[in-house]
């Protein structure tokens, strides 16, 4: 078994958090402060990876604003000049291992750093200071090295460990939460120095140290906060949990929002997703009736519960525990529920009606979706066009079959009639003369000009 070791960061989505701050296409100024501020604390622990402190003091020269004078414009170099410098000495001083010290350029060259930071840091050192755009040239050159040989390992080697590991120590700590409240509850214990509440304070803690995702799946489950009892659950006209599920949950909520502030959003978010797409939950096809009936309930009561949670969710809490959805995250959610309202859905349906109750700014959008919408009981309109009674349009067709051969048979009979009739009209047999009855630059045409062509085709010989 590896030997566990120590890192700044208190979990993975933590390290990846510090990685969408740095690296993602979404990164601005701000989010790239936050990130140096996070770094500043790592770097404080003594366990911290060495390529931290030099991705701190690169991304710091990258960060400083544009000089306004000389004296600002040197220092900006200076500052620039020492980071590549320090990230040169810091990537090369571990390989020099041999008795004699080897040249800078060839131990660059075996870790792929480019020759022309090598070069830039040998005339930083010994020579004039570069030009201040070719330093920022090369304090990003350095950040991309560390983002592509660094970082992205660190990610991909933290993340070895099977998903499915996370996910059950999250069940277990939730499900143990759930239990030691219960118990609590019933007891009518408030103490806080007794064994209960010292195991619900490591719980607490080892959810702290989970993934994100993974508490957020643990708590929708059957083990979280939805009982597994459908008596337990909010019936269809509840819009809020009962207050049992409250008194175990809440707190919980409560705390983990407090040690992060994006819980309530991720949980919003998982719960949409799973009403969305709720196939997870589509138990399999019951041989009776009656357990395809029930088996059907469960799903919907399920579904209800998750949607309960999220109107919850989305009214808050305020005074000293407040929990709620931030406000920037609401419309994504509420374009998504709206979106998937086309499903007919009746959950959906529900549940969007009900945070428009609860948002005023949601109203507007709902007044305007509501009348397009299908009652619970309006019929379906296009049922039973897949079992139309195929006789009867094959007896059509052989009706209409009848008729076009009784068509041909006339046309056949009463052609030779037609022609002889217009053989001896009188001045049918003009080929330049005008019939009275037509309109000047016209004229008829006899039997043996005429021919039969498809409409909008001349068919003049």
């Known amino acids: 078994m590896r030997t566990p070791r120590r890192v700044p960061w208190t979990s993975q989505s933590e390290l990846s958090e ?22 500043s604390v790592y770097i404080s622990s003594p366990s911290c990876p060495a390529f931290i402190h030099l991705l701190h003091t690169l991304v710091s020269a990258d960060l400083l604003p544009p000089p306004a004078d000389s004296a600002a414009a040197h220092a900006t170099r200076l500052t620039s000049a020492m980071a590549v410098v320090r990230f040169i000495n810091g990537m090369v001083d571990p390989l020099q291992t041999g008795p004699y010290a080897r040249p800078i350029s060839h131990l660059a060259a075996s870790i792929q750093i480019p020759a022309s930071l090598i070069s830039l840091r040998h005339r930083a050192t010994h020579e004039d200071l570069p030009p201040l755009p070719l330093l920022r040239q090369s304090v990003l050159q350095a950040i991309h090295y560390l983002h592509t040989f660094s970082f992205l390992p660190l ?22 939460w759930k239990r030691l409240m219960k118990d609590r509850l019933r007891d009518r214990e408030v103490a806080e120095d007794t064994a209960r509440a010292k195991e619900l304070r490591r719980v607490r803690r080892g959810l702290e140290s989970e993934e994100v995702e993974d508490v957020v799946e643990a708590l929708c489950g059957t083990e979280g906060m939805i009982p597994l009892a459908r008596k337990k659950r909010p019936g269809k006209t509840d819009t809020a ?3 049992a599920l409250l008194q175990v949950w809440a707190p919980l909520l409560v705390h983990l929002t407090a040690v992060r502030p994006t819980y309530p959003a991720l949980l919003a978010e998982h719960i949409v997703s799973a009403l969305i797409d709720d196939e997870g939950r589509r138990t399999p096809e019951h041989p009776s009736q009656e357990g395809r009936r029930e088996g059907e309930k469960e799903r919907q009561s399920f579904r209800w519960t998750l949607a309960v949670w999220l109107i919850w969710l989305w009214e808050g809490l305020s005074g000293p525990g407040r929990i709620g959805i931030a406000e920037e995250c609401r419309r994504p959610l509420w374009n998504r529920v709206v979106s998937a309202l086309l499903a007919g859905d009746m959950i959906l349906r529900r549940l969007a009606g009900s945070l428009a109750q609860i948002d005023g700014s949601l109203q507007d959008s709902w007044r305007s979706i509501a009348p397009m919408l299908l009652e619970p009981d309006e019929p379906d309109l296009l049922s039973g066009l897949d079992d139309v009674n195929m006789e009867g349009m094959n007896e059509a067709d052989r009706m209409l079959a009848q008729m076009e051969a009784r068509l041909g048979q006339l046309q ?5 009639i037609l022609m002889d009739g217009a053989r001896s009209t009188p001045g049918s047999t003009l080929q330049n003369g005008h019939d009275a009855a037509t309109a000047p630059g016209w004229r008829k045409l006899g039997p043996r000009e005429w021919r039969a062509c498809p409409m909008g085709v001349w068919g003049v010989a």
């Open 18 to 39: 510090l990685y969408e701050w740095l690296f993602a296409p979404s990164a601005d100024i701000a989010s790239r402060r936050r990130g140096l501020a996070r770094m």
């Open 412 to 416: 056949r009979v009463a052609q030779p």
């Open 241 to 243: 949990p009962p207050t």
């Open 155 to 176: 990610l991909a080697s933290s993340s070895t460990q099977p998903a499915y590991e996370g996910r059950d120590r999250a069940e277990k700590l939730v499900g143990r």
